[in-house]
């Protein structure tokens, strides 16, 4: 019985989705990777690439920090970085299914790097896993189907002195709380899986083997009867779109929201800018340590985030 699906009428229309643009700035507005904690900066992480690679909590559940060797699934390009997902249903080993695969992967994906500071889901993959290179510090987990133990790319509680691969329901929470942040109401962290090459197809119907190719579908016709549909407020064939990067069609749209008084190149300059900075009347910013800047004033001193500390510079410049 193993591939059984439940027979089922004619697929329902497809509602309206949300436009992913939402999810991009509101990973946007945690500001650069270097001014997160590690905590935040694999939330951030997590709403990118569902997003780019039109990704399922369980996908992202199995991702694995591997970059080397023959069942890597992380793999560097000049121009991206490539992953694999393990073993999607739709390539089951020895099915009929038009993209099977002899392998316990899927195909390579490619996510390209995009030219939005901030959002590039490239160089934010890249600095998560700088951060989470300690062995010793992060449980491994054996994978039976390939007979290697690997070390899970998310990870949630600390027990016995190392960090537990994270649950799916924790990575579905996290989405979830980007698009509720985002106030992409009615979205799921599954529909993005539908909604992100939707929005490629509607937008440049010229890219849709790219659309395809990042949901990784059984068949096409597996996208068009249950997960394509509309965008909402989300224009259809942009003639003037011509692009062979389907991360940047996703952030088309894409606006960079910032507080009061600070500019988009303010708001992306690293931590290491503002140490030192004294403000009259607001503070001097005296250190930057896991994702908060220690700001003083007379014998006052405040920890703030990066978008709480952008949002009082704004209020003191007014």
């Known amino acids: 019985m193993k591939g059984f ?3 089922g009428g004619r697929p329902q229309k497809q509602d309206p989705y ?5 999810l991009y700035q509101a990973a946007w507005s945690y500001g650069p990777d270097a001014a997160l904690s590690q905590g935040h900066l694999k939330e951030k992480l997590l709403w990118l690439l569902a997003a780019d690679t039109a990704a399922r909590p369980s996908d992202l ?3 694995s920090n591997t970059p080397k060797g023959r069942h890597r699934q992380i793999q560097w390009m000049p121009d991206g970085v490539q992953i694999r997902y393990f073993w999607p249903k739709e390539v089951d080993p020895g099915s009929s299914r038009s993209n099977s695969s002899s392998v316990y992967f899927s ?11 901030g959002i590039s889901t490239p ?4 600095e998560f896993m700088r951060r989470t290179d300690e062995p010793e510090l992060y449980q491994q987990e054996f994978i039976s189907e390939i007979q290697l133990s690997a070390q899970p790319m998310f990870y949630a509680r600390l027990k016995d002195g190392k960090y537990q691969r994270a649950s799916i329901d924790h990575i579905s929470n996290v989405i979830s709380s980007g698009l509720k942040w985002a106030n992409m109401r009615g979205m799921t962290p599954k529909s993005i899986r539908g909604a992100s090459p939707s929005k490629i197809i509607q937008l440049c119907p010229s890219s849709e083997a790219a659309a395809l190719a990042l949901g990784r579908w059984t068949t096409p016709k597996t996208f068009y009867n249950h997960y394509q ?3 909402h407020q989300c224009p259809t064939d942009v003639k003037k779109l011509r692009s062979a990067n389907p991360q940047q069609i996703l952030r088309y749209g894409f606006t960079a929201p910032t507080p009061t008084g600070v500019t988009v190149a303010e708001y992306m300059r690293p931590p290491d800018h503002w140490i030192g900075s004294d403000f009259t009347g607001f503070g001097k910013v005296i250190s930057f340590s896991d994702g908060l800047y220690t700001v003083q004033k007379g014998r006052i001193s405040r920890e703030l985030l990066h978008w709480d500390f952008m949002r009082e510079l704004g209020r003191y410049r007014k």
Do not use: F
Not at 18 to 22: E, F, L
Not at 107 to 117: D, L, Q, R
């Open 107 to 117: 195909k390579w994906v490619k996510v390209h790097n995009t030219n939005i500071p």
């Open 229 to 231: 549909g509309p965008v």
């Open 18 to 22: 949300g436009d992913v643009k939402c």
């Open 5 to 7: 699906r439940q027979a």
């Open 61 to 63: 559940w199995k991702l």
């Open 123 to 126: 160089q934010c993959l890249r």
